[in-house]
């Protein structure tokens, strides 16, 4: 048996009739803590100041039913457990109180105490279930947002490791000695010159939105020296950005993007070279054209560059960007930044 | 000319001596060394014309060998992925060269060391460089330009805004005066990374103590600065804009 002190829930007993009052709780005072509020408004009161888990309401009352009482008892405190008692069996009352009251039991009036004791300990079982449950859920929660965080940790970690994996400091240093031990090969160590530029600004700017015209077209260089290397004369690559645009911006590794697509995509041989041609128009667009002589196989990941060059102006500008591919050439054109 | 290389990995000495033979016959490359402490112990017994300096050592930082003594000789600094040196280097205007060497890169090296040595200019931008990193995030409260008699001293707080004029920039002072350099505006803007600059937009880079108001409106919207100039940000800057102003309060 649960003592008053200790009980960790108080019932509310609402009724207009002060002697229906006193009868409930001269009959349950021994077994549950009671408080009792002659009328809807006290009943609100009551629960603002000392709220309690079990609800119980005669349902014919004047200014406020016990129906419409349990209904705002149910949207201000979802948790309690709530009943309604009528000495009517007025089927309407009755279907209203359990739709809109959200009611736990439906007692009739007059009731008899062991019934009606038996359906209160029910009623604290079923609350002290529901508020288990609660705490259940909860703490199901906090255990998956520290999985969740874990999770995000372990990944990091990871991340972290990768990135020791391909430390630059190493990678440069193992270019340097390659280029060492290149001797007097000057082509080839050259061109490890130039690799490692072009590595140098993938890992220095990829993080960068925008960086200035005049470093993207030195890397450019870099970048198309490697490519003349493999393709020799093949490949023509003619750049012609007057000097008044060098310090435009542009997301780092924009013009990149467009040449090795040019370059994935197109037939390029010595009978059949592909030539680049880069330069600005009067809108202050830069324009990247190539004629266009498709390889009979379609490359794959097809258009990835390009909606990738789309979002990442998309951010910064409202001018588009736009494709234009006719029979004899595809041109590319992409809008300067301030 | 008597040169010094200091460099831990063999292969990575032995071809700045091969590259720097054959660029240049009267160059005298001295001694090969590895650590800091051969370091000291050589330049205190012996005297060099160059330096080359690589940035790790076989037994700690290079910058361990200025703690020990004085070097007034030129130094060109070499490093293969440092990038909060070559931060310093940039602000300093101390010369560096990345690895593997581009020999052009060194060719143009080794001609600016040689026009400075025949002026009899005293190198301050070690010192610069030095001070810069003893002081640890303190910071140099004037920026030097130069100009066609000398050098101007600008300080840094009294900048309200740097705007770039065809490859030369407008450096407008509070004090309502101007000056004209040929550093690029984004020079100006590596070299006051560390102080409250914000370049808004290609042509303009502000002191943001002089920011009266920031209007929003079409692309990134308007700064007004306190001497009434009103001055774009662009599209493309106004999140990162908006967040550096975010810090400020």
Redesign the interface.
């Known amino acids: 048996m649960i003592t008053t002190a200790e009980a960790p829930y108080q019932i509310l007993y609402i009724d207009d009739e002060p002697q229906n009052l006193m009868l409930f709780k001269a009959t349950f005072r021994r077994f549950y803590p009671i408080i009792t509020a002659n009328g809807a408004q006290e009943a609100l009161e009551i629960m603002e100041a000392n709220p309690c888990q079990i609800i119980i309401s005669d349902q014919r009352m004047p200014y406020m039913t016990g129906t419409e009482l349990l209904e705002e008892i149910n949207r201000k405190y979802p948790n309690t457990i709530r009943m309604i008692m009528t000495a009517f069996s007025d089927t309407q009352a009755m279907l209203d109180s359990i739709n809109k009251g959200k009611i736990y039991h439906y007692i009739t009036k007059p009731w008899d105490s062991n019934e009606l004791k038996s359906i209160i300990d029910n009623a604290i079982e079923s609350y002290d279930l529901k508020t288990t449950n609660q705490s259940l859920l909860l703490e199901k929660n906090n255990l998956l947002v520290k999985a969740e965080k874990q999770k995000k940790e372990n990944i990091l970690a990871q991340y972290e490791i990768l990135k020791n994996q391909v430390n ?2 190493f ?3 193992c ?7 290149l001797g007097d090969q000057t082509d080839a ?1 050259a061109f ?2 130039k690799m ?2 072009v590595y ?1 600004y993938l ?2 700017f990829r993080n960068q ?2 960086i ?1 015209l005049e470093e993207e077209l030195k890397f450019i260089d870099d970048y198309i020296y490697l490519q003349k290397i493999r393709f020799g004369d093949s490949l023509i690559f003619e750049s012609a950005v007057p ?2 645009y060098y ?3 542009l997301p780092p590794l924009s013009i990149q993007i467009l040449i090795e697509n040019a370059i994935k995509h197109n037939v390029i041989s010595q009978s059949k070279p592909l030539r680049i041609h880069i330069a600005v128009d009067e809108d202050e667009f830069l324009v990247v054209s190539n004629n266009f002589q498709p390889r009979l196989e379609k490359a794959d990941s097809t258009g990835i560059g390009i909606s990738n060059i789309r979002d990442r102006f998309n ?4 001018r588009k960007p736009s494709f234009e591919q006719t029979t004899e050439s595809f041109i590319a054109k992409i809008p300067l ?2 | 000319m008597n040169v010094l290389i200091i460099e831990d ?1 063999f ?2 000495a ?2 700045l001596e ?1 590259m720097l033979k054959e660029l240049d016959k009267d160059l005298q490359i001295v001694a090969r060394i590895d650590s800091v402490t051969e370091s000291v112990n050589f330049l205190k017994a012996n005297e060099v014309d160059l330096i080359f300096l690589d940035i790790h050592l076989s037994d700690g930082n290079s910058f361990g060998i200025f703690d020990q003594i004085e070097v007034n000789k030129p130094i060109i600094f070499t490093t ?4 909060y040196a070559i931060k310093a280097f940039k602000q300093n205007s101390v010369d560096y060269l ?6 052009e890169e060194l060719t143009a090296a080794l001609k600016k060391v040689k026009n400075w040595m025949g002026s009899s200019k005293t190198d301050l931008r070690l010192k610069h460089l030095l001070e810069s990193m003893e002081k640890n995030g303190k910071k140099l409260d004037k920026l030097a330009f130069p100009t066609v008699d000398g050098l101007e001293f600008v300080p840094i707080n009294k900048i309200i805004r740097c705007e ?1 004029d ?2 030369y920039t407008d450096i407008y002072l509070s004090d309502q005066t101007r000056v004209c350099t040929t550093r ?3 020079e100006l803007e590596e070299l006051l990374e560390d102080y409250p600059f914000f370049r808004t ?3 303009f880079l502000i002191n943001l103590d002089f920011m009266r108001k920031y209007q929003r409106g079409d ?1 990134g919207g308007h700064v007004i600065m306190e001497d009434g100039t009103k001055i ?1 940000v ?3 800057k106004k999140e ?1 804009f908006l967040e550096r102003l975010s810090q400020l309060q």
């Not at chain 1, 951010?315 to 409202?318: N, S």
């Not at chain 2, 293969?80 to 990038?83: I, K």
């Open positions: 630059p400091h990678l440069f240093n270019l340097n000695t390659l280029y060492s031990l160590k490890v010159t490692s530029k140098r890992l220095t939105t925008s200035e000097e008044q310090d435009f911006f951010f910064m500008t409202e930044l301030d | 990995e292969h990575a032995q071809n091969q293969a992925f440092d990038q990345l690895k593997p060497i581009d020999p770039s065809e490859g690029k505006l984004k937009h290609r042509s692309a774009p662009a599209r493309r990162a």
